[in-house]
Nanobody
């Protein structure tokens, strides 16, 4: 299974960006998809995640500004980022957690996308 992220870029403070991340491969089931971000010298932190039933979780710093959504049929997760701040500048990574169903018994699956840079200028 591979994840392909897109949608990063440079935006002024107060602006918006939408990130997308699509999973491809065969014989897998994704339970949770999420977005993390990392700045140089710091750990990778959760931004938002969404389960297959639509339940979501957000970091306190992005609540009310970011919205995570997913299209289960397309195995794609989105992150709509509004009212962006310079502190949101980071490399954003998508993550998928689930199961490889092509194995008997199914094996645990956890994969990362390649990261996409988001830069917010003041």
């Amino acid at each position: 299974v591979q994840l392909q992220a897109s949608g990063g870029g440079l935006v002024q403070a107060g602006g918006s960006l939408r990130l997308s991340c699509a999973a491809s491969g065969s014989m897998f089931t994704i339970v949770t998809m999420g977005w993390y971000r990392q700045v140089p010298g710091k750990q990778r932190d959760l931004v938002a995640s969404i389960a297959s039933d639509g339940s979501s979780n957000y970091a306190d710093s992005v609540k009310g500004r970011f919205t995570v959504s997913r299209d289960n049929a397309k195995n794609t997760v989105y992150l709509q980022m509004n009212s962006l701040k310079p502190d949101d500048t980071a490399v954003y990574y998508c993550n998928a957690d689930g199961w490889n169903t092509g194995r008997d018994p199914p094996s645990k699956l956890n994969v990362w996308g390649q990261g996409t840079q988001v830069t917010v200028s003041s």
